[in-house]
């Protein structure tokens, strides 16, 4: 145990959140050694489970006097290692924040704790006919807290936009235990745009206590039509082609054929059989909806879809997305171990880079799945490996890596929606240059000049990506004969 955490340091914890809201025992601590990135885990020293604003600004005023660095986590489904302990930190467990704090219709408004479900937003505001818009596929296990950090995305993104566009305001406490509000109730708040930057920062500038969300009124109808292919290349024609006809489509995603047979054997969708599957959604006005299904249902043939099948009804539909949402979990009945790969790449480019990830995969003797949000170019392969097998991790790993190197190369980026974690912070200098990477560095700084802030994330570091290279790695002479090490 760091010298840091010391009996009187803990004592002080526990009078802060209480005997039941601190654990420290090694074998409970285990639930919080990694998050939805399990190849990657360090246990925490300790982990705090606040209820108030109150008591995590106490939190924090302590670690800022003791320098003990912490890592903020929601419901622990970050697909990059966000979440994953850095070594000598304690985490703080925003689970039981998560209440429903005002609903505000007229405003169109919805306050929130960060512990707050997704999912369970719009299930607040449904009966009045209104939704919230970012709905990521964990969307009813991840929380608001976790989605900021990660400004988290989903298959209605491509029309209603990140969780970014949907932050009016928020209640954060700085990592020197300081209180701000970012935002504001109203939109174009004066000052910079502290929100924006806020969002999207994976808990480097500091912990989200509270949030007001824009919630938005349900369309008149909602149609989806699945159409069947023979190549994932037709399928992403046909996206590039909805787009290029001037449709907007709430949600258009794509899923490979062992995708589709993983989601079959899971929650019984009822997919076609085919080499790829794409979703469609329309909403909006009846008739408008009904003349954009007959325009897209016409690219999707003349690219040879052989089949196009409506969802007839609203339980229909929802099965359609139970299904591709239950895809990356689903995996896990492909391969005992997966990554879940997360960049982005220019639409028109799916085809081509689609077949390079496959011969690349195939190169390593490993499969790959993809299943992703087609209409914003966000690829999610899916890289099946098996633990057990000597080597097998890291070679799996590898490929994930390469994988961005071919999304960046494409003119895309190393991630869409899953941040960068622990994950890529090695990809970051690939994609950024020097002055960008110490930008970026220098706000947060500002935010958190001790680096206790969930340190070791987002940027490369000569001893994290030295270790992890690309190829083997080979060590210094000076470092093979003891005299110096890499830091
Ligand atoms: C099956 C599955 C499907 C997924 N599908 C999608 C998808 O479609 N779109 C998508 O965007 N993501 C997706 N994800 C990834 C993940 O669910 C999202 O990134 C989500 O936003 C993480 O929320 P969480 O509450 O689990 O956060 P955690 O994993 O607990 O944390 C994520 C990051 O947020 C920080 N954090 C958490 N709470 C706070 C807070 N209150 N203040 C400051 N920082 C905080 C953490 O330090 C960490 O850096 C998926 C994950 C899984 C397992």
Not at 82 to 111: F, H, K, W, Y
Not at 115 to 142: E, H, L, R, W
Not at 152 to 157: D, E, L, M, R
Not at 427 to 434: L, V
Request: negative net charge; proline residues 6%; glycine residues 8%.
């Amino acid at each position: 145990m760091s010298s840091l955490l010391t009996s009187a340091v803990i004592s002080e914890l526990r009078e802060i959140v209480g005997e039941k809201s601190l654990i420290t025992a090694p074998a409970q601590l285990q639930t919080y050694e990694c998050d939805g990135l399990t190849a990657f885990r360090t246990p925490p020293l300790a982990v705090l489970l606040p209820e108030s604003t109150e008591q995590v600004q106490k939190i924090l005023r302590l670690c800022h006097r003791e320098r003990i660095p912490f890592v903020a986590r929601g419901s622990g489904t970050g697909l990059s290692g966000g979440a994953l302990p850095s070594e000598g930190s304690v985490v703080i467990s925003l689970s039981r924040m998560n209440r429903i704090l005002n609903i505000d219709i007229p405003n169109q408004q919805i306050t929130v704790q960060p512990g707050v479900i997704n999912s369970n937003v719009t299930a607040a505001v449904a009966a009045q006919g209104y939704f919230y818009a970012p709905d990521p596929s964990s969307q009813t296990v991840c929380s608001i807290g976790g989605n900021i950090a990660e400004n988290a995305g989903g298959a209605h993104c491509l029309k209603y936009g990140f969780t970014v566009t949907h932050i009016l305001e928020m209640t954060v406490v700085l990592p020197n235990g300081d209180l701000v509000k970012m935002g504001g109730k109203t939109l174009d708040a004066p000052g910079y745009d502290l929100s924006g930057v806020f969002i999207g920062s994976e808990g480097t500038l500091g912990v989200a206590t509270e949030a007001t969300l824009r919630i938005m009124r349900r369309p008149e109808t909602i149609q989806v039509i699945l159409a069947a292919f023979d190549s994932i290349s037709a399928a992403a024609q046909s996206v590039s082609d909805v787009i290029a006809s001037r449709q907007l489509p709430a949600a258009m995603e794509i899923m490979d054929r062992l995708s589709i047979e993983a989601a079959e054997v899971s929650v019984h969708p009822n997919y076609p059989v085919c080499e790829a599957l794409l979703l469609i959604e329309l909403d909006g006005p009846e008739a408008e909806v009904n003349l954009q299904m007959d325009a897209v249902t016409d690219i999707c043939r003349k690219n040879g879809a052989s089949e196009t099948r409506l969802a007839v009804d609203e339980k229909a539909r929802l099965l359609v997305w139970k299904g591709r949402k239950a895809a990356f979990a689903a995996a896990g009945r492909l391969s005992p171990n997966y990554i879940v790969q997360d960049g982005v790449i220019p639409r028109t480019s799916l085809p081509v880079v689609l077949e390079k990830l496959n011969s690349m995969a195939a190169a390593e003797g490993l499969r790959v799945t993809n299943v992703f949000h087609a209409g914003d170019g966000n690829l999610h392969p899916i890289v099946l490996y098996n633990r057990d097998n000597l080597g097998e991790e890291e070679k799996a790993i590898d490929l994930s890596l390469r994988i961005l190197d071919v999304c960046v190369e494409a003119g895309g980026s190393i991630t869409g929606e899953h941040g960068v974690g622990r994950e890529k912070q090695c990809s970051m200098s690939y994609m950024f240059a020097d002055p960008d990477l110490e930008t970026m560095q220098k706000v947060r700084r500002a935010f958190d000049p001790l680096n206790l802030a969930n340190p070791e994330k987002i940027f490369p570091t000569p001893r994290l990506c030295g270790e992890r290279s690309r190829g083997a790695y080979v060590a210094h002479p000076l470092e093979a004969s003891g005299i110096a090490e890499i830091f």
